[in-house]
């Protein structure tokens, strides 16, 4: 029942985030949100250093993982997760969404490998042009969806890192700048 809810809500924020779908190739990204679990922080974080290097403004939502203690007060990543921002569903707080929808970024890029209801809720209502993920399920939630390659169907081995290389492979092979979808 709960997730029949959950696939509800997303579909409904999906619906009311009327942005303007448009790939865009890496030399036409400027400003990036990742969206990451913080069991994969420390990819997460040199991937985003590489962005930075070629010029991307960059922010990220990161949702803490359970029997994750560590203090990331230091880090430039917006953490969330039920002790710090989440409401009893898994949504994220108003606040939060305030935050998320004052800004607007080119290009939303998940790295998760799951589902994870409250990344996805913002991906839903983040104010971008275009959103790249892997696929996990049938929800429209990309603009652009990177499948496991077969073989890591099978072995359940896909990582993070190799996600990070399929999107970056995918958004500098783009041809064209502006292209509706």
């Known amino acids: 029942m709960l997730n029949f809810y959950k696939k509800h809500t997303l579909k409904s924020q999906l619906k009311k985030n009327e942005r303007r779908h448009t790939f865009l190739n890496m030399d036409a990204i ?18 985003v250093e590489r962005l930075q290097e070629y010029g991307k403004s960059v922010a990220g939502y990161a949702f803490r993982v359970k029997d994750d203690t560590f203090d990331y007060s230091e880090t430039n990543y917006i953490i969330i997760g039920k002790k710090e921002n989440i409401e009893s569903f898994g949504a994220p707080s108003e606040e939060l969404l305030k935050q998320l929808k004052s800004k607007y970024y080119d290009v939303v890029i998940d790295l998760t490998l799951k589902e994870n209801f409250s990344l996805e809720f913002i991906l839903a209502n983040a104010n971008t042009t275009m959103t790249v993920g892997l696929k996990k399920n049938k929800l429209p939630l990309y603009d652009l969806s990177i499948s496991k390659p077969s073989q890591a169907k099978a072995s359940k081995n896909f990582r993070v890192n190799e996600l990070i290389k399929s999107i970056t ?11 509706p979808i």
């Open 30 to 47: 400027r400003t990036v949100l990742v969206l990451f679990e913080t069991s994969d922080y420390d990819i997460v974080d040199s991937f």
């Open 169 to 179: 492979y995918y958004l500098k092979t783009i041809k064209g700048k502006d292209t």
